[in-house]
């Protein structure tokens, strides 16, 4: 059961239809981990649906409808087999975009503890990628010039605010920094989505920063 | 939230009624009924044009195409609808919404392996428990939508219906974000949605 989740503005923007497509699919694979927050999505979905019997009709002529029943016939009614319930696997929408599983990625070495995979959404304005952090590795210590979320998928990793498991959501404002270690039991995979590049903070690591181009798309 | 409150309500939404938009879908899911499509097309038609309208953003062409574009996926998806899950209008709002998403990225020819579906899926199979709850919601949010005061009301049809963001709806209502925040958590506090974080 996840500590960390998406607070109620994304939820409700993402169920308006209204988040950014890189973050409401980082939701999405949150949603596959907590039961809580499917709980209130479902709701929003209900405040949604209400609006909607309330809104304003609009005349919607008789040819119109004769249009559409004309296509009926090629378009026959389908069949469908049952929707797996959510669980703790991987995230269906993760999966799709994966085309696989974490290990058929092309996985880009960043340092020793760290590979990144870049996971194309078609988002223009944020970055989508897989992390893969090795056991007891460490990400430098970054800020970021945007917003960034997090989503832990395996094992787990602590900054100085805490530890988070699979399934935790978090979200990073522009500006604040920390330095991700992965738990020591297990290597750690987590999703991160950024709408503008990290930027390294100590000397050691600050000509990464040339390096670090954010890969929206 | 008292026990009472909801033990009254119980023994209505425990097994759905059958109401006559869920009867329509399970008509055409059964036998492909033409006429109930028709009664569930006069009735639903008109509001996911207005739907699609609703922002402004579409021309009266582009939200015809999102009519039938809607009315079809609901003829060719009626056998994945469940009375026990959701009212037939709740289904049909997400279908609505999602093709109105999928319109919006092809109007502005964005290139994207995923469809609104994929993101934000017309319902999720849960607990039969949950699903009575998730009934049990349905109903009192309808309910609870009457008293909200304008102002919350006005916001949550700019973010729902109109798809504006909280930081567009800020900007047209010339109000600052926050206060656009706090006004939809106010709103759904009042629908008795339950917040995580």
């Not at chain 1, 996985?107 to 995979?117: F, Y």
């Not at chain 1, 988070?164 to 604040?176: I, N, Q």
């Not at chain 2, 699609?52 to 953003?57: K, Q």
Request: with cysteine; glycine share 6%; aromatic share 8%.
């Amino acid at each position: 059961m996840p500590h960390y989740h998406p607070d109620i503005d994304f939820l409700t923007a993402h169920v308006a239809g209204t988040l950014p497509l890189a973050q409401s699919a980082c939701v999405a694979a949150h949603l596959n981990y907590c039961h809580e927050c499917r709980r209130t999505v479902s709701g929003l979905q209900e405040v949604g649906a209400a609006l909607f019997e309330r809104v304003a009709p609009e005349v919607v002529s008789e040819q119109l409808l004769d249009m559409t029943l004309a296509r009926l016939d090629e378009e026959p009614p389908l069949h469908f087999a049952r929707q797996q319930a959510a669980g703790e696997k991987t995230p269906a929408i993760l999966q799709r975009l994966m085309n696989g599983d974490f290990a058929d990625l092309v996985w880009k070495k960043v340092t020793r503890k760290l590979a990144i995979s870049y996971l194309r959404t078609g988002d223009p304005g944020h970055e989508f990628a897989l992390y893969h952090i090795r056991a007891g590795g460490r990400i430098p210590l970054h800020d970021h010039c945007g917003d960034e979320i997090t989503l832990v998928l395996q094992g787990g990793f602590s900054d100085a605010d805490g530890d988070y498991h699979a399934g935790d959501f978090l979200f990073r404002r522009s500006g604040e920094e920390h330095a991700p270690t992965a738990l020591q039991s297990e290597d750690c995979i987590c999703l991160g989505v950024l709408d503008a590049p990290l930027r390294f903070r100590g000397w050691a690591h600050r000509w990464m920063n040339p390096f670090v181009q954010l890969r929206p798309g | 939230m008292s026990p009472s409150g909801s033990d009254r309500q119980d023994s209505s939404i425990a097994t759905p009624r059958g109401d006559e938009w869920s009867d329509c879908l399970l008509a055409i899911a059964r036998s492909a009924d033409r006429a109930a499509f028709t009664r569930l097309f006069r009735h639903f038609a008109p509001l996911i044009k207005g739907f699609a309208l609703a922002g402004s953003r579409l021309s009266a062409n582009h939200a015809d195409e999102l009519v039938q574009e809607v009315m079809i996926k609901v003829w060719q998806k009626a056998a994945a609808f469940d009375p026990n899950k959701a009212a037939a209008s709740t289904w049909i709002y997400t279908i609505a919404r999602n093709c109105r998403t999928d319109l919006f990225r092809r109007l502005q020819k964005f290139d994207t392996p995923l469809a609104a579906e994929d993101v934000a899926p017309d319902g999720a199979d849960e607990e039969p428990f949950e699903q009575i709850q998730s009934r049990r919601n349905g109903q009192r949010v309808r309910e609870l939508m009457a008293g909200l005061p304008v102002d919350q009301a006005q916001i949550l049809a700019k973010v729902y219906m109109e798809g504006k963001s909280h930081a567009e709806a800020a900007a047209e209502l010339d109000l600052p974000l926050g206060t656009v925040k706090s006004r939809v958590r106010l709103a759904l506090q009042k629908l008795q949605i339950q917040m995580t974080a």
